[in-house]
Each structure stands twice: as C-alpha cells, then as structure tokens.
C-alpha cells in the first residue's frame, strides 16, 4: 500500500427519499452512511464506478466516513 486514507463528515438530503451514491476509485474503497457499510470495495482495481442505493431522512443528519487505500499506478477517489 502506498497510502491510506478515512474521510469523516455528515450529510443531509433536502427531501426524504432512495439516492444513489456512486464511489469511483483505483484502488480500495469502503463507504459507510450513517455507520452502515453500503460500498465495500476493498480490491486492487483501476477507476471502477460502484454504487449503492440507501434510503435517507431529511429530518436526519448521517455521519458519512470513507476509507480508501492507493497501491500501485495513479490515485483516484469520487464521490458522487
């Protein structure tokens, strides 16, 4: 592993509804919504998009945390 990462923030959707929340990385990826793993990619892998769709309250604010690791070759981490 050449590094790692954890991002930690919150959200809020404006209305109450199913989302799709898109991670595109190269390599690992772990995502977690409101302490709930949604995304467990944790491979080796060049820019590959995977999603998740997950239920959110907008009377709610959802702690989001990433985890993310980079091997070999070039870094990429989105979030959608």
Same mark, same amino acid.
């Given at each position: 592993?050449?590094? @790692?990462?954890?991002?930690?923030? @919150?959200?809020?959707?404006? /209305? #109450?509804?199913?989302?799709?929340?898109? #991670?595109?990385?190269?390599?690992?990826?772990? =995502?977690?919504?409101?302490?709930? =793993?949604?995304?467990?990619?944790?491979?080796? /892998?060049?820019?590959?998009?995977?999603?998740?769709?997950? +239920?959110?309250?907008?009377?709610? +604010? %959802?702690?989001? /945390?990433?985890? %993310? +690791?980079?091997?070999?070759? @070039? @870094?990429?981490?989105?979030?959608?």
């Amino acid at each position: 592993v050449r590094f @790692a990462l954890v991002l930690k923030g @919150a959200i809020r959707v404006s /209305q #109450t509804g199913w989302y799709t929340i898109t #991670t595109i990385s190269d390599d690992g990826v772990r =995502l977690y919504i409101g302490g709930v =793993l949604v995304i467990d990619k944790w491979i080796l /892998q060049g820019p590959t998009p995977h999603e998740a769709n997950v +239920f959110l309250d907008s009377s709610i +604010f %959802y702690s989001i /945390q990433i985890e %993310y +690791f980079q091997a070999t070759g @070039a @870094a990429t981490l989105k979030l959608r």
